[in-house]
Nanobody, 118 residues
């Protein structure tokens, strides 16, 4: 069982920065990708950024050049550095771990609130 705990959310002014952390624990065998998603009330959960076990990254077009996803395997943590934040990026941000293969499964954290004031 994979356990994910997000932290680092909060209130920031437009143009400001935040760094989210996702600490993972448990059976990470077979987890080949981690990702950050965000969701506003009543809307679908959308991918913000992802990173594979090999270090490849991908980003939503809207955050390219402003957000950076990274991982520190020694600390069992995945980060999302968010710069130049916009009010419309106020959402709950979730961390996901994807297990591939015959037991394909997605694990989710509880989410962390990010509020960007104008």
């Amino acid at each position: 069982q994979v356990h994910l705990v997000e932290s680092g959310g909060g209130l920031v002014q437009a143009g400001g920065s935040l760094r989210l952390s996702c600490k993972h624990s448990g059976g990470m065998f077979g987890i080949n990708a981690m990702g950050w998603y965000r969701q506003a009330p009543g809307k679908q959960r959308d991918l913000v950024a992802g990173i594979t076990s090999g270090g490849s990254t991908n980003y939503a077009d809207s955050v390219k050049g402003r957000f950076t996803v990274s991982r520190d395997n020694a600390r069992s943590t995945v980060y999302l550095q968010m710069n130049s934040l916009k009010p419309e990026e106020t959402d709950v941000y979730y961390c996901k771990a994807h297990r591939d293969g015959p037991y394909e499964y997605d694990y989710w954290g509880q989410g962390t609130q990010v509020t960007v004031s104008s």
